[in-house]
Protein backbone atom coordinates (compact mmCIF):
# COMPACT_ATOMS: atom_id res chain seq x y z
CA UNK A 1 0.00 0.00 0.00
CA UNK A 2 0.91 3.45 -0.96
CA UNK A 3 1.34 6.46 1.85
CA UNK A 4 0.12 8.81 -0.62
CA UNK A 5 -3.32 8.91 -2.52
CA UNK A 6 -2.72 8.40 -6.17
CA UNK A 7 -4.52 8.27 -9.40
CA UNK A 8 -3.34 6.74 -12.06
CA UNK A 9 -4.45 7.43 -15.87
CA UNK A 10 -2.72 6.67 -19.61
CA UNK A 11 -2.05 3.20 -21.41
CA UNK A 12 0.99 1.37 -19.29
CA UNK A 13 0.90 -1.54 -22.43
CA UNK A 14 1.54 1.48 -24.78
CA UNK A 15 4.82 3.03 -25.50
CA UNK A 16 6.80 0.91 -22.57
CA UNK A 17 10.26 2.42 -23.65
CA UNK A 18 8.40 5.66 -22.34
CA UNK A 19 8.92 6.50 -18.42
CA UNK A 20 5.97 7.00 -16.13
CA UNK A 21 5.15 10.70 -15.52
CA UNK A 22 4.44 11.92 -12.08
CA UNK A 23 2.84 15.11 -11.63
CA UNK A 24 2.62 17.26 -8.47
CA UNK A 25 0.63 19.74 -7.80
CA UNK A 26 0.96 22.93 -6.52
CA UNK A 27 0.32 24.15 -2.48
CA UNK A 28 -3.09 23.71 -1.24
CA UNK A 29 -4.15 22.36 -4.54
CA UNK A 30 -4.58 18.47 -4.72
CA UNK A 31 -3.93 15.18 -7.63
CA UNK A 32 -7.20 16.47 -9.67
CA UNK A 33 -5.86 20.02 -10.62
CA UNK A 34 -3.98 18.35 -12.92
CA UNK A 35 -7.21 16.38 -14.66
CA UNK A 36 -8.97 19.52 -14.53
CA UNK A 37 -6.37 21.59 -16.60
CA UNK A 38 -6.35 18.57 -19.26
CA UNK A 39 -3.17 17.40 -18.35
CA UNK A 40 -3.78 14.20 -17.90
CA UNK A 41 -5.79 13.45 -20.94
CA UNK A 42 -3.38 15.40 -22.89
CA UNK A 43 -0.46 13.18 -21.50
CA UNK A 44 -2.40 10.18 -21.52
CA UNK A 45 -3.45 11.02 -25.31
CA UNK A 46 0.70 11.11 -25.82
CA UNK A 47 1.14 7.41 -24.91
CA UNK A 48 2.11 8.01 -21.51
CA UNK A 49 1.56 6.34 -18.26
CA UNK A 50 0.17 9.36 -15.71
CA UNK A 51 0.77 8.95 -12.02
CA UNK A 52 -0.69 12.03 -10.16
CA UNK A 53 -0.65 11.95 -6.05
CA UNK A 54 -2.14 13.87 -3.43
CA UNK A 55 1.16 15.86 -1.66
CA UNK A 56 1.19 15.21 2.44
CA UNK A 57 -1.52 17.52 4.16
CA UNK A 58 -3.34 17.52 0.97
CA UNK A 59 -6.92 16.74 0.24
CA UNK A 60 -6.37 12.33 0.08
CA UNK A 61 -3.29 12.48 1.84
CA UNK A 62 -4.30 15.04 4.41
CA UNK A 63 -3.36 12.42 7.07
CA UNK A 64 0.19 12.33 5.76
CA UNK A 65 1.63 14.59 8.05
CA UNK A 66 5.67 15.60 7.82
CA UNK A 67 7.49 14.88 10.89
CA UNK A 68 8.44 17.40 12.89
CA UNK A 69 12.20 17.20 12.31
CA UNK A 70 12.32 16.46 8.36
CA UNK A 71 12.17 19.37 5.52
CA UNK A 72 8.77 18.85 3.77
CA UNK A 73 10.59 18.93 0.42
CA UNK A 74 13.30 16.51 0.98
CA UNK A 75 11.09 14.17 2.99
CA UNK A 76 8.24 14.35 0.49
CA UNK A 77 10.93 13.15 -2.43
CA UNK A 78 11.97 10.03 0.03
CA UNK A 79 7.94 9.17 0.21
CA UNK A 80 7.20 9.44 -3.48
CA UNK A 81 10.10 7.21 -3.81
CA UNK A 82 9.07 4.58 -1.48
CA UNK A 83 5.35 5.01 -3.54
CA UNK A 84 6.68 4.00 -6.75
CA UNK A 85 8.88 1.45 -5.66
CA UNK A 86 5.82 -0.15 -4.49
CA UNK A 87 3.77 0.06 -7.63
CA UNK A 88 6.91 -1.06 -9.91
CA UNK A 89 7.56 2.24 -11.57
CA UNK A 90 11.59 2.05 -12.08
CA UNK A 91 12.11 4.74 -14.75
CA UNK A 92 9.97 8.13 -13.97
CA UNK A 93 9.68 11.80 -15.44
CA UNK A 94 8.45 14.24 -12.58
CA UNK A 95 6.17 17.32 -13.60
CA UNK A 96 5.80 20.13 -11.01
CA UNK A 97 4.08 22.88 -10.30
CA UNK A 98 4.82 26.20 -8.43
CA UNK A 99 5.73 25.55 -4.69
CA UNK A 100 5.93 21.44 -5.45
CA UNK A 101 8.99 22.27 -7.87
CA UNK A 102 11.62 21.85 -4.83
CA UNK A 103 10.07 18.16 -4.68
CA UNK A 104 11.20 17.56 -7.98
CA UNK A 105 14.81 18.91 -7.74
CA UNK A 106 15.06 16.46 -4.67
CA UNK A 107 13.87 13.18 -6.94
CA UNK A 108 15.69 14.11 -9.79
CA UNK A 109 19.18 14.82 -7.39
CA UNK A 110 18.30 11.98 -4.96
CA UNK A 111 17.57 9.90 -7.42
CA UNK A 112 18.93 10.51 -11.12
CA UNK A 113 18.60 6.68 -12.42
CA UNK A 114 14.87 6.49 -12.25
CA UNK A 115 14.14 10.67 -12.85
CA UNK A 116 14.94 10.20 -15.97
CA UNK A 117 13.50 13.99 -17.13
CA UNK A 118 12.04 16.97 -15.11
CA UNK A 119 9.61 19.57 -16.07
CA UNK A 120 9.15 22.67 -13.05
CA UNK A 121 5.95 24.96 -14.08
CA UNK A 122 5.68 28.61 -12.59
CA UNK A 123 8.85 29.04 -10.28
CA UNK A 124 11.98 30.54 -10.13
CA UNK A 125 15.28 29.85 -7.76
CA UNK A 126 13.33 31.56 -4.78
CA UNK A 127 10.35 29.85 -3.04
CA UNK A 128 7.36 30.77 -0.57
CA UNK A 129 5.53 33.78 -0.56
CA UNK A 130 5.99 37.57 0.64
CA UNK A 131 3.01 36.98 3.17
CA UNK A 132 3.78 33.35 3.95
CA UNK A 133 4.55 33.78 7.32
CA UNK A 134 1.71 36.11 8.46
CA UNK A 135 -0.70 33.26 6.51
CA UNK A 136 1.14 30.43 8.11
CA UNK A 137 0.26 32.41 11.75
CA UNK A 138 -3.46 32.25 10.46
CA UNK A 139 -3.72 29.09 9.73
CA UNK A 140 -1.95 27.80 12.79
CA UNK A 141 -4.03 29.49 15.12
CA UNK A 142 -7.69 30.72 13.77
CA UNK A 143 -7.66 34.03 15.86
CA UNK A 144 -4.73 35.42 14.12
CA UNK A 145 -5.54 38.60 12.80
CA UNK A 146 -4.44 38.93 8.49
CA UNK A 147 -3.45 42.19 7.60
CA UNK A 148 -2.52 41.88 4.71
CA UNK A 149 -4.47 40.72 1.22
CA UNK A 150 -1.92 38.40 0.10
CA UNK A 151 -1.90 36.74 2.64
CA UNK A 152 -5.31 36.40 3.08
CA UNK A 153 -5.84 34.95 -0.15
CA UNK A 154 -3.18 32.31 0.78
CA UNK A 155 -5.81 31.59 3.76
CA UNK A 156 -8.43 31.43 1.61
CA UNK A 157 -7.02 29.30 -0.90
CA UNK A 158 -5.52 26.84 1.92
CA UNK A 159 -9.24 26.20 3.36
CA UNK A 160 -10.84 25.84 0.25
CA UNK A 161 -11.00 22.10 0.91
CA UNK A 162 -11.62 20.79 4.29
CA UNK A 163 -9.80 18.00 3.69
CA UNK A 164 -6.33 19.85 4.22
CA UNK A 165 -4.32 19.81 7.28
CA UNK A 166 -3.45 23.37 7.86
CA UNK A 167 -0.46 22.81 10.33
CA UNK A 168 1.04 20.94 7.12
CA UNK A 169 0.56 23.52 4.79
CA UNK A 170 1.98 26.37 7.03
CA UNK A 171 5.09 24.68 7.41
CA UNK A 172 4.74 24.03 3.25
CA UNK A 173 4.86 28.00 3.20
CA UNK A 174 7.61 27.99 5.98
CA UNK A 175 10.25 25.35 5.17
CA UNK A 176 10.36 24.31 1.60
CA UNK A 177 13.56 24.59 -0.30
CA UNK A 178 15.37 23.48 -2.90
CA UNK A 179 18.24 21.35 -3.00
CA UNK A 180 21.65 22.66 -2.49
CA UNK A 181 22.62 24.26 -5.70
CA UNK A 182 25.61 21.95 -6.56
CA UNK A 183 23.69 19.23 -6.33
CA UNK A 184 21.46 20.98 -8.96
CA UNK A 185 24.91 21.78 -11.23
CA UNK A 186 25.99 18.36 -10.90
CA UNK A 187 22.52 16.56 -12.48
CA UNK A 188 22.68 15.37 -16.33
CA UNK A 189 18.95 14.94 -16.51
CA UNK A 190 17.62 17.12 -19.00
CA UNK A 191 14.88 20.14 -17.37
CA UNK A 192 12.21 21.67 -18.90
CA UNK A 193 11.48 25.47 -16.71
CA UNK A 194 8.00 26.88 -17.93
CA UNK A 195 6.27 30.42 -16.83
CA UNK A 196 3.62 32.56 -17.88
CA UNK A 197 4.06 35.73 -19.75
CA UNK A 198 2.43 37.38 -17.35
CA UNK A 199 3.91 35.14 -14.39
CA UNK A 200 5.54 36.76 -11.46
CA UNK A 201 8.20 34.19 -11.78
CA UNK A 202 9.37 35.33 -15.44
CA UNK A 203 11.76 37.87 -14.15
CA UNK A 204 13.94 35.06 -11.69
CA UNK A 205 13.01 31.66 -14.13
CA UNK A 206 16.48 32.06 -16.21
CA UNK A 207 18.05 31.94 -12.42
CA UNK A 208 16.66 28.65 -11.99
CA UNK A 209 17.34 27.19 -15.71
CA UNK A 210 21.07 28.50 -15.14
CA UNK A 211 21.69 26.13 -12.32
CA UNK A 212 21.03 23.38 -14.05
CA UNK A 213 23.40 21.45 -16.83
CA UNK A 214 20.73 21.26 -19.53
CA UNK A 215 17.46 23.30 -19.50
CA UNK A 216 15.64 24.85 -21.04
CA UNK A 217 13.28 27.78 -20.52
CA UNK A 218 9.76 28.23 -22.27
CA UNK A 219 7.30 30.73 -22.28
CA UNK A 220 3.81 30.55 -22.87
CA UNK A 221 0.73 32.23 -22.62
CA UNK A 222 -0.91 33.63 -18.78
CA UNK A 223 0.45 33.99 -15.59
CA UNK A 224 1.43 31.86 -12.37
CA UNK A 225 -1.85 31.17 -11.90
CA UNK A 226 -3.27 30.45 -15.68
CA UNK A 227 -0.32 29.00 -17.10
CA UNK A 228 -1.30 25.72 -16.04
CA UNK A 229 -4.44 25.64 -18.03
CA UNK A 230 -2.45 26.66 -21.45
CA UNK A 231 -3.22 24.05 -24.11
CA UNK A 232 0.71 25.15 -25.75
CA UNK A 233 2.50 24.32 -22.12
CA UNK A 234 0.34 20.77 -22.01
CA UNK A 235 1.55 20.14 -25.86
CA UNK A 236 5.36 21.34 -24.80
CA UNK A 237 5.86 18.86 -22.19
CA UNK A 238 3.87 15.86 -24.06
CA UNK A 239 6.85 16.68 -27.02
CA UNK A 240 9.71 17.37 -24.61
CA UNK A 241 8.33 13.78 -22.69
CA UNK A 242 8.49 11.72 -25.59
CA UNK A 243 11.53 13.14 -27.20
CA UNK A 244 13.74 10.30 -27.95
CA UNK A 245 17.55 11.79 -27.96
CA UNK A 246 19.52 10.19 -31.08
CA UNK A 247 21.29 7.15 -30.33
CA UNK A 248 25.14 7.76 -29.59
CA UNK A 249 27.41 6.64 -31.70
CA UNK A 250 30.31 4.28 -30.10
CA UNK A 251 33.69 5.92 -30.53
CA UNK A 252 36.15 4.41 -32.49
Excluded: N
Aim: proline fraction near 8%.
Amino acid sequence: MTRLAWQRAGATGQRRHLPAVVLLHGWAGQGADWERAGWTVGLAAAGLDVLVCDLPGHAASAGVAVPADAAPAAWTADVIRGDLDRLHVKRAAVVAYGDSCPVAGHLAVRAPRTFLRAVFVACDDQVGYPQGAEAAAALRDPRATVWRVGAADLVRRARSDPRHDRDVLARWLLETAWPAAPRLAALATPVLLAVGADDRHRARAPRLAALFPDARLVTVPGDERTVLHAPALIDAVGAFLTDEPEPRVPAR
